[in-house]
């Protein structure tokens, strides 16, 4: 009992330094931007907690830049981004899970294969096209690349997959017809899979830099990313605005993880089928 008692102390003490190590650049970010003028955030060793901590450095990015605006834009290209993956991801998952007709398994593997393709290649046709359809300096211009993902379209296939056939017949004899059982059925069904997709597409679609970089060169439509990468690129270059502009960034997505992540559960959907 001893020894397994010591190896979980060291486990734990393993696992706690490396959870450390990954958390540091974060800490060194928030201490930067809590830093006054008057402190070195080079010096070596860091120094984590700041001697005099002040807000005015998030005051100041505030003040000084349309963060606010940002913020705005970064919310709403977010959510739509959301919301219209999980539907189309949804709709294309459904009949390739649960409908029979022939190529479907040929039409997945293709979808699949999509992801093996760097977004850099099929940059400059889609910048191509968002300008043909008069897209370019909109927020549909944005989200058009993140309307559907090959990675969305697996995991809710899957998902669907899972899902007991019973429920489906139960539904068919009760006259529901196949966008019924899509909505009222499959989609209750795989909760947890839609809220795991609609997390990580939030998530890349509020850190998305290089797609709002091309596809934008209005101010006024800048996306917190794009808002934080114009900090840098000014005369006087201050890397705790920068940090503070950072820390305004990504806490939204901290915040949203940290009300989510205890609906992100296995479900057993199978205990509403009665024997």
């Given amino acids: 009992m001893k020894v397994k008692s010591y190896s979980s102390i060291w486990l734990y003490l393993v696992l706690s330094a490396i959870a450390l190590l990954m958390l540091m650049p974060l800490l060194w970010l928030v201490s930067t931007s809590l830093k006054s003028g008057s402190e070195n955030i080079f010096q070596y060793p860091p120094q984590l907690i700041p001697q005099s901590p002040t807000l005015q450095n998030f005051i100041t990015v505030w003040r000084a830049n349309p963060f606010g ?3 705005w834009n970064s919310s ?4 739509l981004t959301v919301g219209l993956n999980l539907l189309f991801c949804a709709l294309a998952a459904y009949p390739l899970a649960r409908l029979k007709f022939q190529g479907r398994d040929a039409i997945f593997t293709a979808i699949v294969a999509t992801i093996l393709i760097p977004f850099q290649i099929v940059m400059i046709p889609l910048y191509v096209l968002t300008v043909q359809l008069g897209l370019r300096n909109t927020y549909l211009g944005v989200i058009f ?4 993902s090959a990675f969305g379209i ?8 899972g899902v007991p056939k019973e429920l489906e017949e139960a539904a068919r004899m009760d006259g529901c017809s196949e966008l019924g059982i ?3 059925v499959m989609l209750p069904a795989i909760r947890p899979a839609l809220l795991t997709l609609a997390i990580f ?3 890349g679609s509020w850190s998305d830099f290089l797609w709002p970089l091309i596809v934008l060169d209005r101010p ?3 996306t917190l990313p794009l808002g934080v990468a114009f900090l840098g690129g000014t005369d006087s270059l201050d890397w705790r605005l920068i940090a503070a502009g950072s820390v305004i960034s990504i806490l939204p997505v901290l915040i949203l993880f940290a009300f989510v992540q205890r609906y992100i559960v296995a479900t ?3 205990s509403g089928v009665k024997g």
């Fill in 154 to 161: 697996f995991l809710l296939r899957q998902a669907f997959l």
């Fill in 201 to 203: 597409v939030f998530i």
């Fill in 268 to 270: 057993d959907i199978s």
């Fill in 220 to 222: 006024e439509m800048y």
């Fill in 69 to 71: 605006r940002y913020l």
């Fill in 182 to 184: 899509w909505w009222h």
């Fill in 76 to 79: 709403l290209v977010a959510l």
């Fill in 145 to 148: 690349p993140a309307l559907a």
